[in-house]
């Protein structure tokens, strides 16, 4: 009865070891599967991110803003006539302006 018992054991540590290295082995195998996800994420989230800086270096270039700005616009340049210049008054002081929180939720 003690070699069955001896035996038995033994049989179910060489199963707990093979059981330990094919989990080992497929918990590897999805471990590369989502590193490949992860780089090819990469890639695409890098991709995208080189063609919005060109759509952002596009869509601020001054001279397609000027372009905007006069023909769907209709603005134009200011005229030395149309500008006044500030002249602050002597001993004035500025009031400070202060945050005011508006509560929504009432």
Do not use: W
Not at 19 to 47: G, M, N, P, V
Not at 58 to 80: H, V, Y
């Amino acid at each position: 009865m003690r070699n069955l018992y001896r035996t038995v054991a033994l049989g179910g540590i060489i199963a707990a070891f093979f059981l330990l290295y094919i989990y080992q082995h497929f918990k590897c195998i999805d471990l590369s599967f989502q590193l490949e996800a992860a780089r090819t994420e990469r890639l695409e989230a890098s991709a995208l991110n080189s063609s919005l800086r060109l759509e952002i270096a596009g869509l601020s270039n001054p001279k397609r803003i000027d372009m905007i700005a006069r023909r769907q616009l209709g603005l134009t340049e200011t005229l030395p006539s149309q500008v006044r210049e500030y002249q602050p008054v002597a001993g004035a002081e500025v009031a400070d302006a202060q945050l005011i929180r508006v509560n929504h939720d009432q």
